[in-house]
């Protein structure tokens, strides 16, 4: 049987009991400083835990800040990437970085796939399973209309599909049209939500699996919270809670 990849996220992953298979693309979006770049620290740790090679492309903070909440998450990043196992991409730094993998031509999408082609290329050679985690896409998607945005969007999707790569890409809520993100979102197999919810005396976070490709899956929003210790805790089904 095919292997299949969780979140790692227990509460997350009882709501895709079959799990998802490597080739799958996750769309994770919404408010900022909700939660999606914990909920990617937990993506990764669970993809090195079961023997993945997870690429992690930073766009909206240094990747110092992902080591961060990996050793956080006690993930001492050093051992895997001395071993190839953990590879960041620093898409954040316009001048200078101290990274191996640096991408600053953010004016240009084709660069971009360029260098994950080449980086994947060369992973492939040696038959791993790949994680890559873009974050976030919406900032790299601001400089360029519409219809660039969607031409690259599908045949990188479609590359990565190909290549058999688990894709969890984040997006930003509110960076974007919602025309464009309505239509770059039909082409995940998984879409994942996660905003704030509540009163604003009293706010919670909710997630909420927004489509799930085959299978069976849940769209209630569900509460959760932000361990220092156990990361996203998310509440069992009875603590499930219907917002509109
Ligand atoms: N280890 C941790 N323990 C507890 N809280 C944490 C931990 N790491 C981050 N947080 C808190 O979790 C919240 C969410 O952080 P996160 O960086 O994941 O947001 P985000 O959704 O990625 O936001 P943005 O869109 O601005 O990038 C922040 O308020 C942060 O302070
Ligand atoms: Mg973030």
Redesign the pocket.
């Known amino acids: 049987m095919q292997k299949r990849a969780y979140f790692g996220v227990e509460g997350l992953d009882r709501l895709i009991p079959q799990g998802m298979c490597y080739g799958s693309q996750i769309m994770v979006h ?12 937990e993506f990764i740790k669970e993809g090195l835990r079961c023997g993945d090679t997870c690429i992690y492309v930073s766009c ?2 240094p990747p110092e ?1 992902m080591r ?2 990996l050793q ?2 006690k993930v001492g990043t050093r051992a895997y990437e001395e071993a190839g196992r953990l590879i960041f991409v620093d898409a954040y730094e316009e001048g200078t970085s101290r990274e191996k993998y640096h991408f600053s031509e953010q004016n240009s999408l084709e660069k971009y796939f360029a260098l994950e082609k080449e980086l994947l290329n060369k992973l492939q050679s040696e038959d791993k399973q790949i994680r890559l985690i873009v ?2 896409l919406s900032t790299m998607f601001t400089l360029f209309d519409e219809v660039e945005v969607l031409e690259f969007h599908r045949s990188r999707l479609k590359f990565l599909r190909k290549a058999g790569v688990l894709v969890l890409d ?1 997006f ?1 809520d509110g960076v974007l049209s919602d025309r464009v993100m309505t239509v770059v979102s039909h082409l995940y197999s998984v879409i994942l939500r ?1 905003k704030f919810g509540g009163s604003g005396v009293y706010p919670v976070r909710l997630l909420q699996i927004g489509k799930l490709r085959s299978g069976k899956f849940t769209s209630t929003p569900y509460m959760f919270w ?4 156990f ?1 996203i805790l998310v509440a069992s089904e009875l603590g499930g809670v219907e917002v509109g």
């Open positions: 919404g408010d900022t400083g909700v939660g999606k770049t914990v909920l990617a620290a909206d903070e800040v961060r909440y956080s998450f974050d976030s984040v930003v996660m932000i361990s220092p210790i990361g």
